[in-house]
């Protein structure tokens, strides 16, 4: 079962996506994936392990939206370890290892018959790269593997009209490594169109930080911008004011991953949604698969 | 993470493995499944749910084997259910579904050039239905995957060798549906040996029972014997009086599955492992690899 950042808002938004049960292994099971990762001590493992299970045993599921369940755990392991960001180092492993696959993904890019239908593709397949949903993963397969897979939905055609009345676009990130595929899309949008890339104020889980589109350097090809957000996902009216007027004023918007496209599935706004569908029972709610590649508009 | 069961003695038994904290996300995982499948209302399984988390935050999960941490979870289940059966019905449509392959089962055999060898790999492929380790599953695509796939290890010719010195062998069973591939292997195997076939004493997972065994036919073809076992895992010391002396006299023994060779392992006997390693956190401990065939002589 896989669990992955289906974000949602929890705060007083109608649009709420209620927790399945399921989601509760699924944290269980990303907690014990962070702690072999963070804790040395099995013993001391094992006791944050209890105390997180202890809270998940309290929390009404179906009160709540999958990440805030999240939150509980992550919350948990935060107050317990004293560590802030639970995902830094595979943050920037994920980044070095993109990293060294960018030449090899502008030159797909360069020798495509259609290079921005490749870059799309490419950073779909950037979105696989998802700790907070994968234990294990290579790469370079799954470049190939999702470059042979064909969409689910894609209103590819449209996005390429809209590009073309389009003067800004947001382009909110998702997690480390992917950004590196953002940036081989980018630098194909910004031959034409001004684009701004949204990053997280807070860490959460693997998504995409300030620090980590530096590492990248994407703050050198575009101008970068926080969420305000510091869950897995983003709702504009929560936003901070500068991604509020940029929200506003941009004419298209891009949405990376899971988590963004479950916050942003419902906004009234030209949204491209790209995304590899990840969570088995939110494939189910939405119609989709889990491992469909989507390139999907907004309603 | 997939959850299997690894049955281990969690009496006095210096040879307990135990658990591994993966065991208990996929133990509530597993609850889960079952809840979706025995219990109609989502408010029911919630409560359920909450009660089995509030138990293993509770169990020192590395002070027992996993089974018995499994039994925590499934003796709260049937506490509030009432069920006491909690695979009931997925063991029926298991037979059902493995019997309406017994034909082709039969024809593949007589088709091989080794038929012994052919019945060991099917016997084997049975191994794969297993309700407690596997949410979703297609027979005849397993059947055709594992007649392809080379063993991890393979004593066969061993295996061949000791029959011939054998009169008695004494066939532990595993699962539903896997009964009717171990039906195919038996009528091999008396064509020159007496075989007896063992079932578990209680309901435990998706385990045979006497009543599978009868519902197959293979009552008909061989005796059918209860070993005293109330969990996923057979401990000779600890089964029926009829089972210990049949268990003695018995040349070569064959272990189906991987509770049984997780129990069995340690035993000074001349048993024949035949499994398909399901469960990473075990299969790292082992030596073998989550997916890895296995023909294995008892040391």
């Known amino acids: 079962m896989i669990f992955s950042k289906i974000s949602v808002c929890f705060w007083y938004n109608e649009q ?19 702690l072999r990762r963070i804790v040395r001590s099995e013993k001391k493992r094992q006791r944050i392990l209890a105390a997180v299970i202890g809270k998940m045993a309290k929390v009404d599921i179906h009160k709540m939206s999958p990440p805030e369940a999240t939150k509980y755990a992550h919350d948990e392991i935060q ?13 920037k492993q994920n980044n070095r290892e993109a990293l060294q696959l960018y030449p090899y993904l502008k030159r797909l890019v360069r020798k495509a ?4 239908l490749m870059a799309v593709r490419l950073a779909i397949a950037g979105n696989i790269i998802d700790y907070g949903a994968l234990a294990e993963f290579d790469i370079k397969h799954t470049v190939k593997d999702v470059l042979g897979k064909k969409f689910a939905v894609s209103d590819y055609k449209r996005f390429r009209r809209d590009l073309k009345k389009t003067k ?42 300030m620090e980590d589109a530096k590492m990248v350097g994407l703050d050198k090809v575009v101008k970068v911008i926080k969420s305000g957000s510091d869950f897995a996902g983003t709702i504009p009216s929560k936003g901070t004011k500068e991604f509020k007027e940029l929200y506003k004023s941009a004419e298209m918007v891009i949405s990376k991953g899971q988590g963004n496209f479950e916050t942003l ?6 949204i491209y949604f790209l995304l590899k569908m990840k969570c088995p029972s939110l494939g189910r709610v939405t119609g ?11 309603r």
Request: hydrophobic share 45%.
């Open 16 to 34: 709420v996506m209620k927790a399945f049960l399921e989601c509760i292994s699924c944290i269980i099971r990303q907690t014990i994936e962070i």
């Open 79 to 91: 107050r317990i370890t004293g560590i802030k960001d639970l995902y830094k180092e595979p943050k």
């Open 113 to 116: 018959r259609d290079p921005l």
């Open 168 to 209: 800004l676009l947001l382009y909110i990130g998702d997690n480390a490594g992917e950004i590196v595929f953002d940036r081989v899309l980018i630098e194909e949008l910004i031959k034409k169109i001004e684009v701004v890339f949204v990053v997280k104020s807070k860490p959460v889980l693997n998504d995409v930080l």
């Open 265 to 270: 599935d419902q906004e009234k706004k030209n």
């Open 288 to 298: 989709f698969k889990a491992g469909d590649i989507i390139l999907k508009r907004s």
